[in-house]
T-cell receptor, first 114, second 113 residues
Framework: AQKVTQAQTEISVVEKEDVTLDCVYE???????LFWYKQPPSGELVFLIR??????QNEISGRYSWNFQKSTSSFNFTITASQVVDSAVYFC???????????FGAGTILRVKS | GAGVSQTPSNKVTEKGKYVELRCDPI?????LYWYRQSLGQGPEFLIY????????DSGLPNDRFFAVRPEGSVSTLKIQRTERGDSAVYLC???????????FGPGTRLLVL
């Protein structure tokens, strides 16, 4: 069975701090996809990144970076120099190649204070 | 281009009533998904359409829930005999094909009194 765990329920940081959001997943499939979505106060889920299980290269996009480690079944997300606009709920999700759905973690609430 | 749209944005109904929630996916996307998000939780899968057919309805909680996509584009989620426990945000997503990235709509917030 597939499962995603986001152990951090809520994180508060001060603007310009770096912050890392943890994601640990479980799957029996060898082929799968990992995602991060952002849900700002407006409520709409915004796609951030997708990685497949065969690509362990870390990715950087502006202030965002992702660290994928199959050895520890983790897909962590780091925001560098956080800004107030980063305040949102962040969800990590998993999709198995044989499946048809996204399985989401419970989400991490990020509060960035000015 | 236009994203996924959902109507209504909010729906208040009374226990026992019937409701319909509509989803208009991104043009050209063949795969469409419905999820339900309760307060403080991540979205939970309900049903997946590939074209006009429901390819996976394993997430529907019971037979009061039903969804259709008759022409392979717009989809309607139907809930009969609503219960207070059905109150949640219902999210629709679409993707170009199965296993491609899913893009979400703004959701319909359903409140059953």
């Amino acid at each position: 069975a597939q499962k995603v765990t986001q152990a951090q329920t809520e994180i508060s940081v001060v603007e310009k701090e770096d912050v890392t959001l943890d994601c640990v997943y479980e799957t029996r499939d060898t082929t799968y996809y990992l995602f991060w979505y952002k849900q700002p106060p407006s409520g709409e889920l915004v796609f951030l990144i997708r990685r497949n299980s065969f690509d362990e290269q870390n990715e950087i996009s502006g202030r965002y970076s992702w660290n994928f480690q199959k050895s520890t079944s983790s897909f962590n997300f780091t925001i560098t120099a956080s800004q107030v606009v980063d305040s949102a709920v962040y969800f990590c999700a998993l999709s198995e190649a044989k499946g048809n759905k996204l399985v989401f973690g419970a989400g991490t609430i990020l509060r960035v204070k000015s | 281009g236009a994203g996924v749209s959902q109507t209504p944005s909010n729906k208040v109904t009374e226990k026992g009533k019937y409701v319909e929630l509509r989803c208009d996916p991104i043009s050209g996307h063949t795969a469409l998904y419905w999820y339900r998000q309760s307060l403080g939780q991540g979205p939970e899968f309900l049903i997946y359409f590939q074209g006009t057919g429901a390819a996976d309805d394993s997430g529907l909680p019971n037979d009061r829930f039903f969804a259709v996509r008759p022409e392979g584009s717009v989809s309607t989620l139907k809930i009969q005999r609503t219960e207070r426990g059905d109150s949640a945000v219902y999210l629709c997503a679409s993707s170009l094909r199965r296993q491609e990235t899913q893009y979400f709509g703004p959701g319909t917030r359903l409140l059953v009194l």
